[in-house]
């Protein structure tokens, strides 16, 4: 058998499937799974993080690894480019910036960045349509310090979404979904009566050490979204 830690993780994935380790079971420990592999303990043990990290093993520190009861998926999740997500739907993308200043962030957007106020910052508006119609309303602000081309950046040719996904460092963030209702602003550029649900996503998203935009996202009536497990 091949001693490269994918093949381990795949017998062990093998094994948990197979209810051969079931659910809630103690496997055996690293140096016993290293003999009966033939392969270093060191890369049992990576594999053995992978599957953990993934939600199928639960470790801890001297009471060894179990099966995971009700395996916990972690979920994957990149930052989408909006344009892409158009273009596979097979329609046409473009983008209008309605606003675009620089100034301090309001405070309940520099206090869920973690940012001091009066930082430098600019916000923008833009609207993401298909084939002509409105697909999203977006209102972003973004942390000058962290991503400093950003001001001077050409956003009429490219958007802020998919500039700053090409160019900004990301480390990881937070994804907020839920149902809204259109206010004034939403409804004229959403093309619905003022109190349609939408689709709002709140993200904040961090570089390695500096925290980069806030933005909040309202779908057009009729959005679906779509998650892979």
Known sequence: MSTSWQNVQDEALRRIHSREWPPGAQIPNEADLARELGCARATVNRALRALAQAGWLERRRRAGTRVAVAPLRQAQLAIPIIRHEIEARGQTYSHGLLTRRTGPMPPQVCASLGVPQDVPAQEVRTLHLADGRTYALEHRWVYLAA??????????????????????PFDHGTFDYSAVAADAEMSTHLECPAGTPVMMLERRTFGPTTPVTHVRLAYA???RLHLSI
């Open 147 to 168: 991503v400093p081309g950003f001001a001077d950046a050409n956003l009429e040719e490219i958007s802020p979404n998919e500039w700053l996904v090409l160019n900004a």
């Open 221 to 223: 009536p009729g959005f």
